[in-house]
């Protein structure tokens, strides 16, 4: 994390989908699908 801000980048600008905890396996595929960008699993997230 200390990178990104010493690096003034922002993550919410590449990441293209996100999921929640539950969804992961959906996450994982779509990943694997290589049809995406980056994607965050978020715990907490709905």
């Known amino acids: ?6 690096w ?3 993550p919410e600008d590449i990441v293209t ?10 996450a994982y595929h779509l990943m694997a ?3 995406c960008g980056k994607v965050a699993v978020c715990p907490g997230a709905e």
């Open 17 to 26: 989908h996100r999921f929640s905890l539950n969804q992961a396996s959906e």
């Open 33 to 35: 699908s290589g049809r």
């Open 8 to 10: 003034n980048l922002h």
């Open 1 to 6: 994390m200390e990178r990104l801000v010493r």
